[in-house]
């Protein structure tokens, strides 16, 4: 297996820049998400990886190996990067292991060495026996893996899903989930896994490039993302994050500040040096917004809607002097806030959006 390094890479239609200026370095054996609104640019940039299309500036590196440059375009089938795609592309009058060893046979291997690499590929994807069927009689999570065998079985460098789940049901994709995660431990190899759904790329990836506009927003961890993002756009595309406008009143130890928000002091998680401004902007979770109990500081407002979510019901709110701002948060049973209601909220923390970021 081999990392891969994407260094400045630039790719532009006509005027339009589709990716802009993006480096990524994914380590040997890494799991990386790349996740992002749609038109955002990550089928662009998979194709890019897989040699589909060409740069229009910057590097790719796969491995120690340059693959496209300003200069130069190694073609896809010479770049050993497998490719799962979302609606599994296999051959339906083929059997199931002459769909996974065609590439085998294209480069003439011979036949034991053949029947051996599709065997060892069918049990990585836990598939043994199925060799005989045909894809129509798979199941939609049987027929993905059978995609990823197929790839698997020409010993790629790095293994590129192209939204590999967005056609199963609910429940497969949970279990399918679980499979590519028990794959990669099982096999370490290195994966870009292209999808809109933060769920999945939260589950599943060790870090997550989040793509807004043709450019990186921000490249973490899942849990940096959802507790610390660099700016507005990743605070409110992961977890539905709330931005609100803050003025930064004092800063209280190299993680934290006290700021002002909705009329309300409040202290909350930021980077080392921060300082008093104004136009600030925290990033809030429903976890942050509390009942403000009588007596301590709050946020006047009433009760939009209340959703029931079987446990707990998600309630919106809207600040009496801030009618434009929505808020949302989660409340168990039993639920005291009903539609219409007045209701008064304490914001009990957040996340101050790093200065260099905020609008
Ligand atoms: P989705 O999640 O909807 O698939 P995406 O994040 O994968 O979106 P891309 O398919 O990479 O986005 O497209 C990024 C932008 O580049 C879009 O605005 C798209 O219209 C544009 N684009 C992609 N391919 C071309 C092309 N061949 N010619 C012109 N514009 C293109």
Redesign the pocket.
């Known amino acids: 297996m081999a990392g891969l390094s994407l260094a400045g890479v630039t790719k532009s239609?006509?005027d339009?820049d589709?990716?802009k200026d993006v480096s990524i370095d994914v380590k040997d054996g890494e799991f990386l998400a790349v996740l992002?609104?749609?038109?955002?640019?990550?089928?662009?940039?998979l194709r890019l990886v897989a040699g589909f299309e060409k740069l229009t500036a910057g590097e790719i590196r796969i491995g120690s190996d340059s693959v496209s440059s300003g200069e130069f375009n190694v073609p896809p089938e010479k770049r050993r990067v497998g490719i799962v795609f979302q609606n599994y592309a296999l051959w339906p009058h083929m059997t199931v292991a002459e769909n996974i060893g065609y590439s085998l046979k294209v480069a003439k291997v011979d036949r034991a060495e053949a029947k051996k690499r599709i065997d060892d590929a069918l049990a990585l994807v836990n598939l043994q026996g199925l060799g005989e069927r045909r894809p129509a009689n798979l199941s939609g999570g049987q027929r993905q893996r059978v995609a990823l065998a197929r790839c698997l079985v020409a010993a790629p460098s790095l293994v590129l899903f192209d939204e590999p789940l967005a056609n199963l049901d609910v429940h497969l994709r949970a279990a399918m989930e679980d499979e590519f995660a028990a794959f990669h431990e099982r096999t370490g190899t290195t994966i870009v896994y292209?999808t809109?759904d933060q769920a999945e790329a939260m589950a599943l990836a060790d870090r997550i490039a989040v793509?807004d506009k043709?450019r990186l927003a921000q490249l973490a961890t899942p849990r940096e993302l959802y507790s610390e993002p660099a700016n507005a756009m990743v605070a409110s595309f992961i977890a539905q994050g709330m931005v609100l406008p803050a003025k930064v009143l004092t800063s209280e130890d190299s993680g934290h500040c006290r700021v002002e928000a909705l009329g309300q002091e409040v202290v909350v998680r930021c980077r080392p040096g921060e300082r008093p401004r104004d136009n600030a902007q925290i990033c809030v979770r429903a976890s942050d917004l509390v009942a403000a109990e009588a007596g301590e500081q709050g946020v006047d407002g009433s009760v939009k809607r209340a959703v029931y979510k079987g446990g707990a019901a998600r309630i919106e709110f809207v600040p009496a002097a801030w009618p434009d701002v929505a808020l949302h948060f989660e409340q168990r049973e039993p639920n005291p806030f009903e539609a219409g209601s007045a209701a008064r909220l304490r914001i009990a923390s957040g996340w101050l959006i790093p200065a260099e970021s905020a609008a």
Do not use: E, N, R, Y
Not at 36 to 45: I, V
């Open positions: 239609f006509g339009f589709a990716v992002g609104p749609s038109g955002c640019g990550k089928t662009t940039l292209i809109h793509m043709g």
